[in-house]
Antibody
Framework: EVSLVESGGGLVQPGGSLRLSCAASGFTFINYAMSWVRQPPGRGLEWVSVISGPGGTTSYADSVKGRLTISRDNSKNTLSLQMNSLRAEDTATYYC????????WGRGTLVIVSS | EIVLTQSPATLSLSPGERATLSCRASQSVSNYLAWYQQKPGQAPRLLIYEASYRATGIPARFSGSGSGTDFTLTISSLEPEDFGVYYCQQRGNWPVTFGQGTRLEIK
C-alpha cells in the first residue's frame, strides 16, 4: 500500500527558512515523478513543484521560483522541499503527491509564516 | 497557464439524487483531467483520472466524461458521505492547474 508521510512544517518568521520532507513507501519510488501541492487555510489547491523520477528535471510555479527548491533521495525514498525567503502568502498545508493526476497524496504538513 | 472553471460553486442535493459537476478548461487538455474529493481536515482523494477512469476503490456511482475543454463528474445516486469539495485538475499542459472547487452539500 502506498504511504506518503510529510514532516517539517511549523511556525516560521517572514524571511525565514524551513525544510519539508516526505517519506514514501509501498511503491518503486524512482519510477515516479513527485510533486508538492499546497492549500492555504480555507482556500483551494495550488501546484508548487515537480521533480522527475531520477531527479534530473524540476519545475516550479512562478509564485515560488527562486525561493523553493525540490529534491529527492532515491536511496532513502524521500522527497524534500527547501523553503527560503518565506512570505505570509506561503502559509498553507503542503502535500506530497505521487504522479499527480494519477496517484496518492500524503496527509500534509502545515506551514505558518507569521511574526 | 490553463484556467479551469468549475460550476456550480455550490450544489445542495438530497441522498439518492444525481449530481452533475462541470469543469471547463481555457484550452484543450486532451483527456488529462482528474477529479478529487476533499473533506474537511483531509487530503484530496483521487476519484477519476484521464477524464473517465475510476481510481482504485472508488464506487461505481462516480463517473467522469469529456475531453478537450469540457468535462463532467457525475454521481449517479448520492450517499450521505459524498459531501465535500470537488476539484478538477489538468496535467495536459504544464503547469498543472486546479479548478476553484465545487462544494457539494447533502440536504
Amino acid at each position: 500500500e502506498v504511504s506518503l508521510v510529510e514532516s517539517g512544517g511549523g511556525l516560521v518568521q517572514p524571511g525565514g527558512s524551513l525544510r519539508l520532507s516526505c517519506a514514501a513507501s509501498g511503491f518503486t519510488f524512482i519510477n515516479y515523478a513527485m510533486s508538492w501541492v499546497r492549500q492555504p487555510p480555507g482556500r483551494g489547491l495550488e501546484w508548487v513543484s515537480v521533480i522527475s523520477g531520477p531527479g534530473g528535471t524540476t519545475s516550479y510555479a512562478d509564485s515560488v521560483k527562486g525561493r523553493l527548491t525540490i529534491s529527492r533521495d532515491n536511496s532513502k525514498n524521500t522527497l524534500s522541499l527547501q523553503m527560503n525567503s518565506l512570505r505570509a502568502e506561503d502559509t498553507a498545508t503542503y502535500y506530497c503527491v505521487k504522479d499527480i493526476g494519477y496517484g496518492s497524496w500524503g496527509r500534509g504538513t502545515l506551514v505558518i509564516v507569521s511574526s | 497557464e490553463i484556467v479551469l472553471t468549475q460550476s456550480p460553486a455550490t450544489l445542495s442535493l438530497s441522498p439518492g439524487e444525481r449530481a452533475t459537476l462541470s469543469c471547463r478548461a481555457s484550452q484543450s487538455v486532451s483527456n488529462y483531467l482528474a477529479w478529487y474529493q476533499q473533506k474537511p481536515g483531509q487530503a484530496p482523494r483521487l476519484l477519476i483520472y484521464e477524464a473517465s477512469y475510476r481510481a482504485t476503490g472508488i464506487p461505481a456511482r462516480f463517473s467522469g466524461s469529456g475531453s478537450g475543454t469540457d468535462f463532467t463528474l457525475t454521481i449517479s445516486s448520492l450517499e450521505p458521505e459524498d459531501f465535500g469539495v470537488y476539484y478538477c485538475q489538468q496535467r495536459g499542459n504544464w503547469p498543472v492547474t486546479f479548478g476553484q472547487g465545487t462544494r457539494l452539500e447533502i440536504k
